[in-house]
């Protein structure tokens, strides 16, 4: 396995941009399309070093994630690309077998890619060290989906994850475990503030987040949102025509 930046630095993307992964071999496959750089399309040209890339693998379709797709087909136009919908279980990455992993939450197609004899999954926008997952409500996101997948991906037991961003994570169980941790605590948080009379997203975030640029606010008002709608869908609040409200459950 071959790390490959996609060089889309940015606040959301990380010093280095999106991480993709190529697995060289009878049938080279990279995970993740990242954005068409060219850069980075030169990276993997020059590691597959006159072999044909003949699959790519999609973790869910943000752009930062796949909006490099159409530059990889116009570069090597027989590719195979696998994303959500295709009718596979496993898919043959480079010389091993990948389990496909179903994982919505953080986007409703996102999958996971799982190298059961090794131990490794390539987890995409699932998990990062150092910050948590957006949960973006308003653009398909699901927190009560994403717990799910947390707890799916736990079971498994993986002994290394390969995240779309940031370093390779080493112990598993114990991120897993901190982000349940944080998840409990934010919704926590977010039901003290409809106790204390605050009713919409917006007026919540300044009182968990504090001071945040006009960009960090929008994605937490929506990661705000995403509790608040399982926390309605478990009866526990309710939206009113004045905002949101606990049920009193």
Known sequence: MLLLHANNAS?????????TYLLAGRESALIDAGVGNAAHLASIDAALAGQPLVRVLITHGHSDHASGLDAIVSKWPSVDVVRF??????????????RIVPTP???????????DAAGEMYCGDL??????????ASKGGDLR?????????RA??????????GPIVDDPASLIDDYLQHRARREEEVMAALRAGLMTPEAIVPRIYGNLTPTLVAAAADSVLAHLVKLHEEGRAFVADDGWKLTGK
């Not at 998990?127 to 949960?135: A, E, M, P, Q, Y």
């Open 11 to 19: 606040p959301w993307t990380g010093p280095t941009g999106n991480n």
């Open 85 to 98: 919908g295709t009718p596979l279980s496993t898919v043959r990455a480079g010389d091993i077998e990948l």
């Open 105 to 115: 939450g953080h986007a409703p197609d996102h999958l996971c890619f799982f190298d």
């Open 127 to 136: 998990l990062r060290l150092g910050g948590s997952i957006v949960i973006p």
């Open 145 to 153: 989906k994403y717990l799910d997948s947390l707890e799916r991906v």
């Open 156 to 165: 498994l037991a993986p002994r290394r994850l390969l995240p779309g961003h």
